[in-house]
C-alpha cells in the first residue's frame, strides 16, 4: 500500500522535470542548420532557446497581450507580466501546446475569451496562479492534467466546469475566496483521477462534500473547519495526505475514530483548538499537533494498539508505523513517557 502511494505522488511531484528532459533530450541532437528558422518565427519580444526549440520564453517582458504562438511550441512561459486578456488570435497555429504558465499578470475572466481555451486539444498544464479570476475558467480543455489557480479571487466554481476532465491529477485552488456554498454535491463530478485536492487558505466552515474517491492528497489549511463529519474519510479510502492546521478543530469536533483510517500516513493538525491527542490508526506515520492546547501525553492511551502487543517485535503487522511527532507550542512539559516509546518502537523524532 505505502509503496504504491509513494510511486504514485512520485510521479505526480516530478512529473514536470520528467517532461522537460526527455524534450531536451530529442531536441539537443536538432541540426544547428535549422536554428535560423527558429529564430525567424519567434515573437521578437520574447526567446526562444536552440537547444530547446519547442519552449517559448516571455516571461518579465513586461508584456500587455499575448504575442502570437509559433506551431512548434509546446511549453509556452508567460509569467510575470502586464496581460489582461487570453484571446484566440496568438493561439490560432499552436495547435501542439502541452504546457502554459500565466502566472502573475492581471487576467479577468471577461478578459478570458470563450472558448479559446477548450480549443487547445492537447494542452495538459494550465497555470493561471495571481491573476484577478472571480470564477473557475470555463470550459477547459478535456485532456488537462494540472489545473493551478492559486492567490486569485476565485468565489465561484461554474456548474460541471469538472465533468469531463478525467485526467486531471492535480487541482489547486488555494488562497482564493471560496465559501462552503461554493462546493456543491456535483461540484468535483468527474475528476475520477485526482490525486491532489488543495483548497487551504479559502472560507471554509465545513469539510467539503463529495471529495473524488482516488485523491490521495487533500489540503484544507487555513479555513474555519470545526468539526469533521462521522466516516467523512470512508469516501476518500485512498486519502494518504491530510493537511487541517490553522483551523477551528476542537475535540468536540471530532468524532470518536474520525482520524483512524488506515489510508492516512500523514496527518496535519497544527495550530487547532485540541486538547487532547485523537485516536489515529496503527499505519500512521508523521502526526503533526503543535501549538493546539494539549497539557499532557499518555502513550497507553494514545497507543493505536495494546501496550503488551506493542512490545512484541514479532508481531509487525500490528507494530504502529509512527516515525515523527510533533507536539511543540503545547503546554506539554519533557521527559517524553516511556509508555510512548515503548509503544511507537519505530519512532524516530519528537518535538516538543
Known amino acids: 500500500m505505502t509503496l504504491k502511494v509513494y510511486t504514485s505522488l512520485l510521479l505526480l511531484f516530478l512529473v514536470n522535470s520528467v517532461w522537460t528532459r526527455t524534450v531536451r533530450q530529442v531536441y539537443d541532437e536538432l541540426d544547428p542548420e535549422h536554428w535560423s528558422h527558429y529564430t525567424s518565427e519567434c515573437p521578437r519580444e520574447c526567446f526562444c532557446p536552440p537547444s530547446f526549440p519547442n519552449a517559448l520564453y516571455c516571461d518579465n517582458k513586461g508584456l500587455k497581450e499575448i504575442p502570437v504562438i509559433p506551431a512548434r511550441i509546446w511549453y509556452l512561459y508567460l509569467q510575470n507580466n502586464l496581460i489582461e486578456t487570453v484571446s484566440e488570435k496568438p493561439f490560432v497555429n499552436a495547435t501542439h501546446l502541452r504546457w502554459i504558465n500565466l502566472n502573475k499578470n ?193 502513550g497507553t492511551q494514545i497507543c493505536p494498539v495494546s501496550i503488551a502487543i506493542a512490545e512484541d517485535y514479532g508481531l509487525y503487522g500490528n507494530t504502529p508505523r509512527l516515525r515523527y511527532l510533533r507536539l511543540d507550542g503545547n503546554e506539554i512539559q519533557p521527559p517524553i513517557p516511556l509508555d510512548i516509546m515503548i509503544c511507537f518502537r519505530l519512532l524516530q523524532a519528537v518535538v516538543i
Open 106 to 298: 492581471k487576467i479577468t475572466n471577461s478578459g478570458i475569451e470563450s472558448g479559446v481555451l477548450s480549443k487547445l486539444k492537447r494542452l495538459l498544464y494550465l497555470f493561471l496562479e495571481d491573476n484577478e479570476l472571480e470564477e473557475v475558467p470555463a470550459p477547459l480543455p478535456v485532456g488537462l492534467e494540472q489545473l493551478r489557480l492559486a492567490r486569485n479571487k476565485i468565489s465561484r466554481i461554474p456548474e460541471g466546469v469538472f465533468s469531463n476532465l478525467e485526467n486531471l491529477t492535480m487541482l489547486d485552488l488555494h488562497h482564493n475566496s471560496l465559501l462552503d456554498s461554493a462546493l456543491q454535491s456535483d461540484t468535483f463530478q468527474g475528476l475520477n483521477n485526482l490525486m491532489q485536492l488543495n483548497i487551504a487558505k479559502n472560507s471554509l466552515k465545513k469539510m467539503p462534500s463529495s471529495i473524488p474517491a482516488n485523491t490521495l492528497q487533500l489540503f484544507l489549511d487555513n479555513n474555519s473547519i470545526e468539526v469533521i463529519p462521522e466516516n467523512y474519510f470512508s469516501a476518500i479510502p485512498k486519502v494518504t495526505f491530510l493537511r487541517l492546521n490553522y483551523n477551528k478543530l476542537s475535540d468536540d469536533g471530532i468524532p470518536p475514530n474520525g482520524f483512524n483510517v488506515s489510508s492516512i500516513l500523514d496527518l496535519q493538525l497544527s495550530h487547532n483548538q485540541l486538547t487532547k491527542i485523537p485516536p489515529f490508526n496503527v499505519h500512521l506515520e508523521h502526526l503533526h499537533l503543535d501549538h493546539n492546547r494539549i497539557k499532557s501525553v499518555n
